[in-house]
């Protein structure tokens, strides 16, 4: 078994809109980031390579190719390194930190999102959030495990 972590920080930005774990949230305060500023796919994603012993995020996305880049490309090419090396995820634990956005209203959507992408079922997945008491960054912290195929 593997273990991988990531933490991912965003500024809040009035010019962007929010994706959360691939579910866009009308209305809300996005990221400042040359992508959509997903913080919760940012975690996911660069902790899963971190489980393949690889680089952090920033080495294979340099920020002048990544402008509006969705995160679910992103979580794509993290889910193809895991299958070139025959890994399989055994479970993944997404902790979210916001002063002002409630995941609540859209936990169950981001969860049959991520368990599709992730190709798990709903024991093998943990998302739940938190608040801070900072208006201006909002946070996701992610683990993940895997196995052997
Ligand atoms: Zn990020």
Redesign the pocket.
């Known amino acids: 078994m593997r273990i991988g972590y990531s933490r991912?920080?965003?500024k809040v930005s009035h010019s962007k809109e929010l994706y959360l774990g691939g579910v866009f949230f009308p209305g809300e305060i996005g990221?400042e980031?040359t992508?959509d500023?997903?913080?919760i796919l940012?975690?996911l994603s660069e902790a899963i390579l971190t489980a393949l012993s690889m680089e952090d995020?920033g080495s294979y996305y340099k920020e002048d190719e990544s402008k509006n880049l969705s995160s679910l490309t992103i979580l794509d090419f993290a889910m193809a390194q895991l299958k070139k090396k025959n890994m399989q995820i055994c479970n993944v634990v997404i902790s979210f930190t916001s002063e002002q956005i409630l995941l609540s209203p859209k936990k169950d959507k981001i969860i049959t999102n991520l368990q599709k992408i992730l190709k798990i079922n709903s024991d093998q997945l943990s998302v739940t959030a938190t608040r801070w008491e900072n208006k201006d960054n909002q946070y996701s912290e992610c683990i993940v495990s895997l196995i052997i195929n």
């Open positions: 991912d920080i965003h990221h980031a992508s500023g997903d913080v940012h975690a995020l």
